[in-house]
């Protein structure tokens, strides 16, 4: 099994649909990330915690939320989805600081 | 603020030539880390480096780092098609940030 698990891997929702899309982990580590990433575009932080009571908002948090079940566990939310929402999103984990992140296998979401 | 900047973006190489990816980074981190991205796929850990004047090779494949000039380099010698994928180098955030950045990719493809 995978460290770092996303679910669903593939989604295709309609514009206006609440959606969540999860993370979880066995790998102990106690900070984890959402990016998205679109063509040319690299990959973009959407949000990330440091533990389950510390959420921060990285640099595209607008349209997003997440909440952090667990230690293992890292959900995001998009609370009305629209179509330029459409991209591909990664989960990653690391352990403290200026640490190397490990990525989940990504879910691939389409926004109609 | 983090900012890293990697060129070229778009890389096409015949097989067999060498060639150089570049990137910058904003912070004042010890390390950088280098990933690969096949189509599709998630991202890989490709080389770890932690500290001023680190090099590491693997195969075809040579990173270093430059932390006074805030500089990586991936050296890519005598290319071969199954080089061919995404590579984007992250800047881990060092002690100030929290966050880790990626630069925006280069998608290299090598050709016969």
């Known amino acids: 099994d995978a460290d770092v698990t996303q679910t669903p891997r593939n989604r295709i929702t309609k514009t206006g649909k609440r959606i969540m899309l999860e993370c979880s982990q066995t790998?102990?580590?106690?900070?984890m990330y959402w990016y998205r990433q679109d063509p040319g575009l690299g990959l973009r932080l959407i949000y990330y915690s440091f533990d389950v009571k510390d959420i921060n908002k990285g640099e595209i948090s607008d349209g997003y939320s997440v909440s952090r079940q667990a230690q293992a566990k890292f959900s995001l939310s998009l609370e009305s989805a629209i179509p330029n929402q459409t991209a591909l999103y990664f989960c990653?984990?690391?352990?403290?600081?200026?640490?190397?992140?490990?990525f989940g296998q990504g879910t691939r979401l389409t926004v109609v | 603020e983090l900012k890293v900047e990697q060129n070229p973006l778009f890389l096409s190489m015949q097989e067999g030539k060498n060639y150089t990816i570049y990137c910058n980074y904003s912070?004042?981190?010890?390390?950088l880390y280098w990933y690969r991205q096949d189509p599709g796929k998630s991202l890989e850990s490709l080389f770890v480096l932690l500290s001023n004047g680190a090099v590491k090779q693997e195969g075809r494949l040579m990173a270093s780092l430059d932390t006074k000039a805030r500089l990586s380099t991936l050296h890519i010698t005598a290319a071969v098609h199954d080089l061919s994928a995404t590579y984007f180098c992250?800047?881990?955030?060092?002690?100030?940030?929290?966050?880790?950045?990626f630069g925006a990719g280069t998608r290299l493809t090598v050709k016969p």
């Open positions: 992250a800047d881990p955030g060092g002690a100030r940030y929290n966050d880790m950045r």
């Open positions: 912070t004042t981190s010890d390390r």
């Open positions: 790998k102990g580590h106690d900070r």
């Open positions: 990653a984990t690391r352990q403290g600081s200026n640490t190397e992140a490990f």
